[in-house]
């Protein structure tokens, strides 16, 4: 069974099952899915004339000839000296650390096969440390690829190909597809897929195998997202409420297609009796926050109440102030909770909303307190989903029986993450940005151009614009030549003697990062120096600069979201990405995209491509997906081929009652 213990294995016993277990494998099909990172290719000999000065891969798989056996003491270590050389009789020295038994296991004048890194090339001759010698070329895997794993413990390569060679060899490996899957969608069967993953016979092949495995893993993800999600039925077009009415016609401005088309979307789900789990995703400053408006107020209108909850208080204040400025008029009564509202402010809050005088409540994790109880949670929402944990989010959606659930990020998904992460959730994109709104123009600036900059930046300044400075540490260190808040804050008060700043950073209490955040908002500071606390949810409408010291070190989706906080109105606006002179070619890279492009969807995608799946969606929380077989960067193509294939199971055979979809069924019920 492939469901059996590793140690059932030969020659896997306790001591090494404990090393596999470290790496997540216990089982024969934890075994046979742990995936290579990389293969050898040792198809064909390479001897040492093949290797130069310079060259960076100096591997060597051949034939040698034992020459000669010596020892030496080096730093009070034995070494034991082998002399050999190839079948071009090119002279080679192996220097054996610790390996007694060499001595006995190699015989001058005999043959062997051997693979090396050569270290070292001196006259002709060529010297390693680094090597593995058996007595027949089988033996060392020539004639082979061999695959590379990631390691730990006491593991080495051979212990982890000889151990899955015999799970594959010994494993019933069915097939989880139904036959008519493998040819129209040019799958390996599955033992094949597993055998040609390990040990493929060129590397076509083995990315042949991973296609495939990979193909079987995306389907049987999005069609458990599909069951998840239930079967949707046909929903009209939700209706305006008159709140919304008044709010959209008290606007300065109208709304954009794209905002509209959202709103459509979500009436439309909040309107179904299934309940709505969507995402609302769009670039920085498309307007994301008064579509959630929107939204609560069609909740309200029914007689629900809204729980609105952000990842930290500085922004759960933003959104309560801009949700009171343009809320309170139309007579919504809102409320603001976090962790440091105590006592009788409360207990009274908490009571209010009990009985249901609460429309709207604002805050932090503090929403999903054991005391907080609503009368009728109709709409959660939840801005900067990937800063919190499954389980959190879990709890705020219990509050409410059967509350809808709108999920926001800033944060553009690239579309494969889209398809698979996100595929249990319907997904409703902002792309355009409000009427008026300008590209930010993105300069890159070496340090020899530092003061070009800051002569632009006074420009700004003497038109009443304000200017964010931008730092990766809070203080400096000796470890580190990075610049830091506080000793450029002092610096930057020489370069600007008439301007008015403050520092704002994480150390900070909440209530000193408002008031200094509140000062800027009224013009009453020219600047800010800060560290990327500022990064999401800061809304200044004369800021016009942002100036990134040290731009290599940051992400891109980081540099974006900090980019973000300029261009927030009609005024041109400019963002300056400082770099040191060591900065690497990646860097480089990173910076030139943020140059040439202001499209935040482009941005995510090169970040995929950069960071990979993981990073960027936060999957390390519990509860989010682990790919082993899918690359996320680049199979694209095969997620839609899965994402229609699980579509068109669930619409033709939703209870998997077709004898053809059993094998779907057993292993759905299985797995999944």
């Not at 050898?40 to 130069?52: F, T, V």
């Not at 493998?182 to 195998?209: G, I, T, V």
């Not at 709409?379 to 509350?403: C, P, S, T, W, Y």
């Not at 040439?596 to 995510?604: M, R, S």
């Amino acid at each position: 069974m492939i469901d059996r213990d590793i140690s059932c294995l030969s020659n896997i016993g306790k001591a090494r099952a404990k090393d596999f277990a470290s790496l997540g494998i216990r089982t024969i099909k934890d075994l046979i899915s742990f995936v290579p990172r990389a293969y050898e290719d040792r198809r064909y000999e390479k001897r040492l004339s093949s290797i130069h000065p310079g060259d960076e891969d100096r591997h060597i798989y051949c034939r040698i000839r034992i020459t000669g056996k010596s020892s030496f003491i080096a730093k009070g270590r034995k070494v034991f000296k082998i002399d050999a050389e190839d079948d071009d009789q090119k002279k080679l020295s192996i220097l054996a650390f610790n390996r007694e038994y060499l001595e006995r296991f190699l015989i001058s004048g005999e043959e062997y096969y051997i693979s090396a890194v050569i270290n070292r090339l001196d006259k002709g001759r060529y010297e390693t440390s680094s090597f593995e010698i058996k007595r027949t070329k089988e033996e060392l895997g020539i004639g082979q690829i061999l695959p590379i794993y990631p390691l730990t413990g006491k593991l080495n390569e051979n212990t982890v190909r000889q151990a899955v060679r015999s799970a594959l060899l010994s494993a019933e490996i069915e097939d989880t597809l139904p036959s008519s899957f493998y040819e129209a969608f040019s799958l390996m069967r599955r033992k094949d897929a597993f055998f040609s993953l390990h040990f493929p016979k060129d590397l076509q092949q083995a990315e042949m195998a991973r296609k495939s495995l990979a193909f079987e893993e995306l389907f049987y993800l999005e069609l458990s997202a599909l069951r998840t999600r239930g079967k949707k039925e046909n929903r009209g077009k939700g209706r305006e409420t008159e709140l919304e009415k008044k709010l959209i016609s008290s606007l300065p401005f109208s709304l954009t297609a794209a905002q509209k088309d959202a709103l459509d979307e979500i009436r439309s789900d909040i309107e179904s009796k299934s309940r709505m789990t969507r995402l609302l995703q769009g670039d920085v400053g498309s307007g994301k926050t008064l579509v959630a408006y929107l939204a609560s107020l069609n909740v309200i209108a029914k007689k629900g109440q809204c729980a609105f909850m952000a990842p930290t208080e500085l922004l759960a204040k933003q959104h309560a102030e801009n949700a009171a400025k343009l809320l309170l008029p139309l007579g919504i009564k809102i409320a603001f909770l976090s962790g440091e509202t105590k006592g009788k402010e409360r207990r009274l809050l908490l009571e209010n909303l009990e009985s249901g005088n609460i429309d709207i409540l604002i805050g932090t994790h503090a929403l999903f307190s054991m005391d907080v109880h609503f009368k009728n949670l109709r709409l959660a929402i939840i801005d900067e989903m990937h800063r919190f944990g499954v389980e959190q989010m879990k709890e705020l959606e219990g509050k409410g029986r059967n509350a809808d659930v709108l999920f926001m990020t800033a944060t553009p998904i690239p579309r494969t993450l889209a398809l698979t992460f996100y595929a249990n959730m319907d997904i409703s994109t902002i792309k355009e940005k409000p009427y008026g709104r300008k590209d930010i123009k993105t300069y890159l600036v070496s340090e020899r151009k530092r003061e070009d900059m800051f002569k632009a930046i006074e420009v700004e300044f003497a038109r009443s614009h304000q200017a964010y400075f931008v730092y990766p540490r809070i203080e400096e260190t000796e470890a580190s030549d990075l610049k830091a808040v506080t000793s450029m804050y002092e610096e930057l008060k020489k370069i600007y003697p008439e301007r008015r700043s403050r520092i704002i950073h994480s150390k900070l209490d909440e209530d000193e990062k408002i008031g200094i955040l509140n000062s800027f908002q009224k013009g009453e500071l020219d600047y800010l120096v800060s560290t990327s606390v500022i990064e999401v949810g800061i809304d200044i409408p004369k800021a016009t600069v942002i100036v990134i010291e040290h731009a290599e070190r940051f992400g891109l989706a980081a540099l974006h979201q900090l980019r973000g906080r300029v261009g927030r109105s009609s005024l041109a606006s400019y963002c300056f990405l400082v770099y040191s002179d060591q900065i690497s070619e990646d860097g480089k890279e990173r910076l030139k995209i943020m140059r040439n492009t202001n499209d935040g969807f482009l941005i995510a995608e090169k970040d995929l491509e950069i960071r990979g799946p993981g990073e960027i969606t936060g999957n390390r929380q519990s509860g989010f997906i682990s790919m082993k077989f899918a690359d996320l960067a680049r199979d694209y193509e095969i997620i839609k081929k899965a994402k229609l294939a699980a579509e068109e199971i669930s619409s033709s055979d939703w209870g998997l009652l077709n004898a053809e979809n059993t094998v779907i069924r057993k292993n759905l019920e299985k797995t999944y």
